[in-house]
């Protein structure tokens, strides 16, 4: 286990405001001679409402005896309920590391001790007794080098890692229980309260701006709320996480799994599935990793297919920004090292200044990317995809990958050659063009990635824009015929079945001389043809924000 991101190891930086009422209880979890094991250190680690010692193999979190708007630890029996939540909550995503729960005692004589660990914190009396204090929550202790936050530290988010968190994530919300909840209500006070705490500090946060945010975040939840309430009625609202950033997962056995999920307020967790994968997804974009963002957008909308809910992603990532921010706000009056102080107050500004910025994002627009196999279409959309239209970028949609849904099959199972001829390769362009169509309705830019051999299909990728109102900025890649066949024999574990002789073929039916789209050589190295598709698409009058990523101060 490690402390969440905001807190701070005691060793350097101590917390002031420990509860009278917990004061021993303190010293005792600090105390390495508590354990009955042998245990050399104890590491403790702060929040604004947490506690936590990390003693040999385990890690101890005791809930402070404190009260916000948002939670209330402020008894001892509420403590209990919300430690029996966390272990719950979190059992089902990492049951590996949530233990059980141990309870703290007092002897007759009126010192306090460790009681057994219960691993089943709903058994009978599992927690009672006039002797009892407090109740930890017991966790397996991991290396916060494998919490996630760090692994991008050490630029190590790879591709492969965020496809498998993007799986994971989707997975968890399709096997989350439904919850009954108003989308628009809850929002609607999240709203009240983050404007209300956030006029509160007038030193951090400038009172006009705090009034033109709340402004604006009602005018489009009046605007959403059609949406956001036919979602909740189709079952998208959830017993999710609530706080799902890159601090509150970790790598274990080499998978991504989600922990320290909420369990104090029923209303923070249980909320739209897409308002869950928007903190992970702001969180990304807020520390520079704005490509990282576009992976598992795209990643998960490929596992669940909710396109249509990204209308409202500008501002559920706003919310999440704002949210930040306040809590920010908080927690700067915990800290009392002055660069601490410091790196805290620019973060939560530029939480602020984000979530202002979410509000206002950029018009959509349509990219169509043709060639033949082995161009690199995929290669290039994927590396534009972060910079075109409101954050984190474009949807990728690609008709290899759109192939294997539509007959069924793993991404990288091979196709029988029929699966490419005639009425099969028709209804791969229908489907492509209506994932695209659902883009765009969202307000989301998309980047269409098919060979587009046939006149029709380029045809109907312009017409789709103009009936979706967008700008239109189609690109046709070229490469000489043996790099093709080059490239598409070195693929391994890649959506596209094809090899030398379909390229062959393909270049055999491309289209001969002029055709209305710009041309690029993809020959190259992969950063010098982006160069040049990012020069078609400005020339087109398109905005490619390739600063997107500098753009983001990474703080967070």
């Not at 680690?45 to 009260?67: C, E």
């Not at 916060?144 to 799986?167: F, G, K, S």
């Not at 999240?190 to 006009?208: G, H, S, V, W, Y």
């Not at 033949?372 to 008709?399: E, F, N, Q």
């Amino acid at each position: 286990m490690a402390a969440n991101e905001d807190a701070v190891d005691a060793g350097a930086a101590s917390l002031t405001g420990v509860p009278e009422t917990q004061a021993e209880v303190v010293g005792l979890l600090a105390d390495p001679a508590s354990y009955g094991e042998p245990v050399a250190r104890v590491e403790r680690h702060d929040t604004h409402a947490a506690m936590v010692f990390l003693a040999g193999a385990r890690a101890f979190k005791v809930k402070r005896a404190v009260s916000y708007p948002y939670l209330d630890f402020g008894t001892l029996a509420r403590r209990i309920a919300v430690c029996r939540a966390e272990i719950a909550r979190n059992r089902r995503t990492a049951p590996v590391l949530y233990l059980g729960l141990c309870p703290v005692r007092q002897r007759s004589g009126g010192a306090l001790y460790l009681g057994e660990l219960i691993a089943d914190p709903e058994a009978e009396d599992a927690l009672s007794g006039d002797d009892l204090v407090e109740v930890a929550v017991v966790m397996r202790r991991f290396d916060q080098d494998a919490l996630l936050a760090n692994v991008h530290a050490r630029d190590e988010l790879t591709p492969a890692l965020l496809d498998a968190l993007a799986d994971h994530v989707a997975a968890f919300h399709d096997s989350a229980g439904s919850a009954a909840r108003d989308p628009v209500a809850g929002h609607r006070t999240e709203i009240a309260d983050n404007t209300a705490d956030l006029r509160q500090r007038p030193d951090i946060f400038d009172a006009d701006a705090v009034a033109d945010l709340d402004a604006r975040a009602n005018a489009e939840l009046d605007r959403l709320a059609p949406l956001l309430n036919d979602r909740a009625a189709a079952g998208c609202v959830r017993r999710c996480h609530g706080d799902l950033h890159l601090a509150n997962i970790v790598l274990w056995d080499g998978q991504p799994t989600l922990f320290d999920a909420i369990e104090f307020n029923d209303a923070l967790a249980e909320i739209d599935v897409l308002y869950d994968l928007a903190f992970l997804l702001m969180d990304l974009d807020r520390r520079g990793a704005r490509a990282a963002a576009n992976r598992v957008l795209n990643r998960y909308m490929g596992a669940r297919d909710d396109l249509d809910g990204l209308a409202a992603l500008p501002f559920h990532l706003s919310l999440r920004a704002a949210i930040r921010a306040k809590v920010g706000a908080t927690a700067l009056a915990t800290l009392t090292d002055p660069a601490a102080q410091a790196r805290q107050l620019a973060a939560t500004r530029g939480y602020f200044e984000a979530a202002r910025a979410y509000l206002r994002p950029a018009a959509p627009v349509l990219v169509a990317i043709g060639g033949v196999s082995g161009t690199g279409k995929t290669t290039v959309a994927r590396a534009l995809a972060p910079d075109l239209g409101a954050p984190p970028g474009a949807l990728v949609i690609r008709s290899d990958v759109e192939r294997k849904r539509l007959f069924g099959v793993a991404e990288t199972e091979r196709l029988p050659e029929s699966a490419y001829q005639g009425s099969a390769n028709a209804r791969v362009y229908d489907r492509i063009m209506d994932q695209a169509r659902r883009g765009l309705a969202a307000g989301r830019s998309v980047v269409l990635e098919a060979t587009f051999l046939r006149r029709e299909d380029r045809a109907r990728a312009r017409k789709l824009a103009q009936s979706a109102g967008v700008a239109f900025a189609p690109v046709w890649l070229t490469a000489p015929a043996e790099t093709l066949k080059q490239r598409v024999d070195a693929r391994t574990a890649d959506a596209s079945d094809a090899t030398s002789a379909v390229v062959a073929a393909q270049l055999e039916r491309a289209p001969g001389g002029q055709i209305p789209w710009p041309g690029v050589d993809a020959s190259g190295a992969v950063a010098a043809v982006v160069a040049r598709v990012r020069d078609v698409l400005r020339t087109a009058g398109v905005a490619v924000d390739d600063e997107g990523e500098a753009a983001c101060d990474g703080s967070g």
